[in-house]
């Protein structure tokens, strides 16, 4: 079965004046229908990137991203409006940004329907049923300096829902609210998840986000380097736990990104010794490195 989002080998360069900056090395993404996912990695690591192209907003330099059956790497100027329009909803993280601030919250929600050519009473119905859904039934007619920030993201998330995408990308939606605000907001989320069957891929450095989804994936160096795959199970008293595992990215070449604090940990560099047994691939410190580096080892002893 085809993903609903699939990534192989994107790169994506920035390019300024004689300067190249290489935002995404070769990352490798899937993502199946129906998925809550979220991306985290450091400032810098690609993500907010990798995020603008899955969008259709950034054109990527290289490599393979299909979402629902659209090539993004082949789309037209005019394809890509569209794509924006229908395929995709987008929730930033500065709430001025997702809203004008002289239309109404039900106006607001209206207006990519609109757009898109349904009926002013079909997007009115639909803009008050999404209103509704996120909390703001008695706000349809309040602009948005009426509304606090929260308020502003539920109807943001309404707007990227107008639609009816087959994914919903939002990037950091909580780095502006308080934390009791932010938890409401990723419970909608998971809501627009379960009830309007919304794919959800959220950039973020929130851990509260991080944790209440099924997966979670590490970006590194402008590559997926790990994931964390979380479930639930049975205790044994009648109650539930979530279980979570993190797993190395390994990519279609057979690269891997070892676990920052692994390497801390094991002091590891240059290079390292592999040996493989029956069930598992085991990795160790090389114990010549120091003797082969310039300076020779840093004591007599070595490690």
Not at 7 to 33: P, W
């Given at each position: ?36 996912v979220a991306i985290v990695g450091a400032s810098g690591s690609g993500k907010s990137t990798l995020l603008n192209i899955l969008g259709g907003v950034d054109v990527p330099s290289a490599g ?240």
């Open positions: 079965m085809t993903s609903l989002i699939h990534c192989e080998n994107l790169v994506k360069i920035y390019k300024t004046a004689d300067l190249e900056a290489v935002a995404l090395q070769g990352l490798d993404l899937q993502v199946e229908a129906g998925e809550m393979e991203v299909r979402v629902a059956g659209s090539d993004l790497l082949k789309m037209t100027a005019r394809q890509r409006v569209g794509y924006r329009r229908s395929v995709v909803g987008f929730v930033w993280q500065q709430t001025s940004r997702n809203l004008l601030p002289y239309l109404t919250a039900s106006e607001n929600v209206q207006l990519p329907m609109t757009l898109d050519g349904r009926s002013l009473r079909s997007a009115r119905f639909r803009a008050k049923e999404l209103l509704g859904q996120v909390g703001l039934g008695e706000r349809l007619d309040h602009r948005p300096a009426a509304l606090s920030g929260g308020e502003q993201q539920r109807v943001a998330i309404a707007i990227a829902m107008a639609n009816e995408p087959d994914v919903l990308l939002a990037d950091e939606p909580t780095g502006e609210l308080d934390s009791e605000t932010a938890s409401d907001i990723v419970g909608l989320l998971q809501q627009m998840n379960r009830v309007e069957g919304a794919t959800i891929v959220v950039v973020t450095h929130d851990p509260l986000i991080a944790d209440q989804v099924s997966r979670t994936v590490a970006i590194r160096d402008g590559r997926t380097s790990s994931e964390v795959l979380r479930r639930t199970e049975s205790d044994g008293d009648g109650g539930s736990q979530v279980v979570a595992e993190e797993f190395a990215v390994l990519d279609r070449v057979g690269r891997l990104q070892l676990p920052s604090d692994y390497v801390e940990a094991l002091e590891l560099s240059k290079r390292v010794r592999l040996t493989l047994d029956p069930d598992r691939i085991n990795v160790w410190p090389d114990l010549n490195a120091e003797e082969d580096s310039p300076t020779g080892p840093t004591n007599e002893g070595g490690r």
